[in-house]
Nanobody, 125 residues
Framework: VQLQAFGGGLVQAGGSLRLSCAAS????????TAWFRQTPGKERDFVAA????????YYATSVKGRFTISRDNAENTVYLQMNNLKPEDTAVYYC???????????????????WGQGTLVTVSS
């Protein structure tokens, strides 16, 4: 699976952005997809994930209630709608995908074998 992320940019605190991640090379419906984010000098942190079958979403505590992950299997695309953005949301956001993930593994970056190139989100105060 090849992933390509879009939609980052500069936004003021309280604003919104929608990230998109387009997949190619394998049926998208067969993998679990997720978003992670990373700031300089820190590890890649889990943001949200959505299973391939149930489509139930899972979120990091820091974004729950503000971010929404969704997927369109027909379009091979996963989205991250980010509302009420805060300066601490500033990071490079990566989409990721992996087959056969179980619930206990979805928050770990090492569980995913496919990664997009990252898109920068900057939230100004």
């Amino acid at each position: 699976v090849q992933l390509q992320a879009f939609g980052g940019g500069l936004v003021q605190a309280g604003g919104s952005l929608r990230l998109s991640c387009a997949a190619s090379g394998r049926p998208f419906s067969g993998v679990t997809t997720a978003w992670f984010r990373q700031t300089p000098g820190k590890e890649r942190d889990f943001v949200a994930a959505i299973f391939r079958t149930t489509t139930n979403p899972y979120y990091a505590t820091s974004v729950k209630g503000r971010f929404t992950i969704s997927r369109d299997n027909a379009e091979n695309t996963v989205y991250l709608q980010m509302n009420n953005l805060k300066p601490e949301d500033t990071a490079v956001y990566y989409c990721a995908a992996g087959p056969n993930l179980i619930l206990s593994s979805i928050r770990s970056a090492s569980s995913y074998i496919y990664w997009g190139q990252g898109t920068l989100v900057t939230v100004s105060s």
